[in-house]
């Protein structure tokens, strides 16, 4: 059997396009239609990746719920959000809770399935990467490749698959500057500008609760991001 994609779309005959594009594929995907469908199966068992609508029915934020549900479970499973809203506010609220991605239903099949590769190409290719080195350490730093978490300062940073990539990219050379288009090729993300900025932000945030003087990542303006030496 392929990899498991769990498919949480409140729509039939959308919910069915997808499944089998991704089926075709060799994924093997299980389809459910609410959120409670969805929470009940995941409490049982977790897929290896989840495609979420945000409105459910009448939960016109049921996606949103599931996906704290997962982050609650694994921070570094593969969450993506199909769905038919597109605002700005839709696509911040949705990484902000900890989605990989983002797209809208009017985006064709075969972006869906060159997504959901990506994903699975970054676990892999960060697996193989962090397995050459049981532990990295770079200053106050440190990232254990054995259960892919990193600790800053002797703390745990409880971090996305996306976010823990983005981290890996920039320091990796630490001092080296990553342009936003150089952080979407080492993560595999085919999105825009912003939504880099959102995770380069969310990555930020994690750091910043546990060390209200952290400054490891700068901003270079009109170039991209650093960590600092």
Known sequence: MGRKIALVEDESAIRKNYADALTNQGYSVIGLESKADAIQAFHQHLPELAIIDISLGDDVEGGFDICRMLRSKSSTLPIIFLTAKDSDFDVISGLRLGADDYLTKDVS?????????????????????????????????????????????????????????????????????????????????????????????????????????????????????????
Do not use: C
């Open 109 to 229: 099949i075969h972006q869906i399935l060159a997504r959901v590769a990506a994903l699975f190409r970054r676990i892999d290719a960060l697996e193989r990467e962090l397995v050459e080195a049981d532990l990295r350490i770079v200053g106050d730093l440190s990232i254990d490749s054995t259960s892919l978490s990193v600790e800053w300062k002797a703390e745990k940073v409880t971090l996305t698959v996306t976010e823990f990539w983005i981290l890996n990219s920039l320091v990796r050379i630490p001092g080296h500057v990553k342009s936003r288009d150089q952080l979407m090729q080492d993560a595999n993300i085919f999105v825009d500008d912003g939504t880099v900025t959102s995770h380069v932000k969310r990555l930020r945030r994690k750091f910043d609760a546990l060390d209200d003087q952290f400054d490891s990542i700068e901003t270079v303006y009109g170039m991209g991001y650093r960590w600092k030496k």
